[in-house]
């Protein structure tokens, strides 16, 4: 089944502990976002790869890294959570992103950070 | 930078036909895009308009005008079903892709 998968669901860690949210896609994609939805603010792009080894900044990237060192997946860590990062974050990936291609969505990650 | 405008809430009878409107202010426009989402899922893709004019889906159909920076999402013959919260985001000259608030529908018997 063609999908987007991301690890864990659910977290609730405290301020300054590291953590990786994992995103995986099955569908040899070259395109893969992370978005933060909070509420009032709607969904905002993090950080975009457009293929292997290739990323940018989107809109709110302070306090998060990604890599993408293969196609398939990619990583979004919070190397010192803060509260404000607590938040719905979803992975999404497109088979271009140049073309009328939609994203597709895995099925989003809850962070609390107390 | 992006500046994306739809309304917060709107509610609509089953059976019904609503408009929700988006207006867009951005630096360079490559598309924009309409997505539903249920409580507690993720969007799901809905359509997708880069040239004026209109593109119809089944029930759905959305609207572009560029030169307005203006588009609609119409839902025809509502369902109790399409009680959700509809995204529009627009995609900008270099790919990144800005969100709207979204616009929470509520459909009622």
């Known amino acids: 089944e063609a999908q987007v998968t991301q690890n864990p669901r659910y977290l609730i860690t405290v301020t300054g502990k590291k953590l990786t949210v994992t995103c995986s896609q099955n569908?040899?994609?070259?395109?893969m976002s992370w978005y933060r939805q909070d509420p009032g603010l709607g969904l905002r792009q993090i950080y975009y790869s457009m293929n292997v080894e290739v990323t940018d900044k989107g809109d709110v990237p302070e306090g998060y890294k990604v890599s993408r060192k293969e196609k398939r997946n990619f990583p979004l860590i919070l190397e010192s959570p803060s509260p404000n990062q607590t938040s719905l974050y979803f992975c999404?990936?497109?088979?271009?992103?140049?073309?009328?291609?939609?994203?597709?969505f895995g099925p989003g990650t809850r962070l609390t950070v107390t | 930078g992006q500046n994306i405008d739809q309304p917060t809430e709107m509610t609509a009878t089953e059976g019904a036909i609503v408009q929700i409107n988006c207006t867009y202010q951005t630096s360079g426009f490559n598309g924009l895009f309409w997505y539903q989402q249920h409580a507690g899922e993720a969007p799901t893709f809905l359509s997708y308009n880069v040239l004026d004019g209109l593109e119809e889906k089944g029930r759905f159909s959305s609207f572009l005008s560029r030169s307005k920076g203006y588009s609609y999402l119409l839902l025809k013959e509502l369902q109790m079903k399409d009680s959700a919260s509809y995204l529009c985001a627009v995609k900008n000259a270099g790919n990144m892709l800005t969100f709207g608030g979204g616009t929470r529908l509520m459909v009622k018997p």
């Open positions: 569908m040899n994609h070259e395109y």
């Open positions: 999404a990936s497109s088979p271009s992103p140049g073309g009328t291609y939609e994203q597709y």
